[in-house]
């Protein structure tokens, strides 16, 4: 065999080991490329779920309702209140310090009457059930809870599409032990203005208890 054809066959045969070698370096791309669809896709169908995953509550709307002495719901103010933990607990002092900021309106003063806290708690496999007009009775009582303001309050975890309902209800009645008070002082004003004048002049009590007496006297 002449050098000519040797060198012929070792060129066929390193060309073929590089279409191999190419080959197989295709195949590889061929599967980075399968894999990082198939992460992207997943990735994909995982952000279309991500709203019905649970998260702590970090904040809560809050409403204040104001009652008058009819028992008339007369102004609604309307406030947010940030959660600065992630185990969804509303420090009392948080809830105190509302009661202050809000408990007087237009110069008139209220007392809080309760507290209402509405915490939608539901799992991801009953979001499907809830949609559904007519079990509306059925998850009506289950998010709404009384509350005492001395007690730090807890939010249970709640879906992502829904923490924009989680809520805090503070009822606000019009003070009228106030009114009562103002009443008591000036009856006692009155009584002892009344007691001065009796001990300033008794002379005119006495002539006033005499013709008390000749009156029933002569009526007998």
């Not at 105190?96 to 509405?118: A, C, E, G, P, Q």
Request: charged residues 30%; hydrophobic residues 30%; neutral net charge.
């Amino acid at each position: 065999m002449n050098t000519q054809c040797v060198n012929i066959i070792t060129n066929t045969e390193n060309n073929n080991n590089n279409n191999n070698n190419n080959n197989d370096e295709n195949d590889e791309n061929d599967d980075e490329k399968l894999d990082t669809c198939w992460i992207n896709e997943f990735k994909s169908n995982e952000d279309k779920y991500n709203d019905f995953y649970k998260e702590p509550v970090n904040s809560v709307i809050v409403y204040l309702l104001y009652v008058n002495k009819e028992n008339e719901v007369q102004h609604i103010h309307k406030d947010r209140c940030l959660i600065d933990n992630n185990n969804g607990m509303l420090k009392r002092e948080i809830i105190i310090s509302f009661i202050k900021r809000y408990h007087r309106l237009f110069s008139v003063n209220y007392k809080l009457f309760s507290i209402l806290k509405y915490n939608i708690d539901l799992e991801p496999s009953e979001v499907q059930d809830f949609s559904i007009k007519e079990n509306a009775n059925k998850y009506e009582k289950r998010f709404i809870k009384s509350e005492k303001y001395f007690n730090d309050i807890y939010f249970k975890e709640t879906i992502h599409m829904f923490q924009d309902l989680n809520a805090l209800f503070f009822i606000f009645v019009e003070n009228t032990t106030q009114e009562k008070k103002d009443t008591l002082i000036k009856h006692i004003n009155i009584h002892n203005t009344t007691k001065r004048n009796k001990t300033n002049n008794p002379k005119a009590h006495k002539n006033k208890t005499k013709r008390m007496y000749y009156a029933i006297n002569k009526n007998l």
